[in-house]
Structures are given as C-alpha cells and as structure tokens.
Nanobody, 119 residues
C-alpha cells in the first residue's frame, strides 16, 4: 500500500522560507516521478515541480522557478520542496504525488499540508 505523507506546512511571513517534506512508503519508487502540487481555495490544483526518483531530474512550473527547489533523498525515501521568497499568493494546501515515469496520471496522493503566507 503506497502511502505519501506530507509535513512541514505552517504560517510564514511574506519573504520567508519553508521546507515541505513528503515521506513515501509502500513500494520501490525507482520507476516513478514525484511531484508537488498545490490548491488554493476556489482555484484549480496547480502543478509546481517534479523530480524523477532514480536520476533526480527536475522540472518546475514558471510560477515557482527560481524560488522553489525539489529534491529527493533515496535513503530516507523522502521528497522535499524548499520554498523561499514566499508570497501571500503561495497560500494553499500543498500535496505530493507519485506516478510512473511512463505514465500520465498521478496515481498516488498525500493528504496535503497547509501553507499560509501572511503579508
């Protein structure tokens, strides 16, 4: 049973930083990519960043490029999202997700962690 558990959310002032972590368990993820998404109230879910589990290749949405960094620790089976220069519009519930490298849809999702950025 695949389980993704996010942690690290909270309240931060604008301009500050926060590090989210996603603990992944239940299978070997070598054939998977891990993504971070967010959803703000009344808005659609937004893709933020993705990393390939094996090679560590990354890709970012333009909205967060240069401010957010995705990384993974294979030994700890975690995927982190380091967020800096946070803005009030970054306020959302943040989710990690997993899909097969050759797949299209994300099959597994965490429960989400709330990030609130105050102005």
């Amino acid at each position: 049973q695949v389980q993704l558990v996010e942690s690290g959310g909270g309240l931060v002032q604008a301009g500050g930083s926060l590090r989210l972590s996603c603990a992944a368990s239940g299978r070997t993820f070598s054939s998977y990519v891990m993504g971070w998404f967010r959803q703000a109230p009344g808005k659609e879910r937004e893709f933020l960043a993705v990393i390939t589990w094996s090679a560590g290749n990354t890709y970012y949405a333009n909205s967060v490029k240069g401010r957010f960094t995705i990384s993974r620790d294979i030994a700890k089976s975690t995927v982190d999202l380091q967020m800096s220069s946070l803005k009030p519009e970054d306020t959302a519930v943040y989710y990690c997700a997993a899909r097969l490298v050759i797949g299209h849809d994300y099959n597994y999702w965490g429960q989400g962690t709330q990030v609130t950025v105050s102005s």
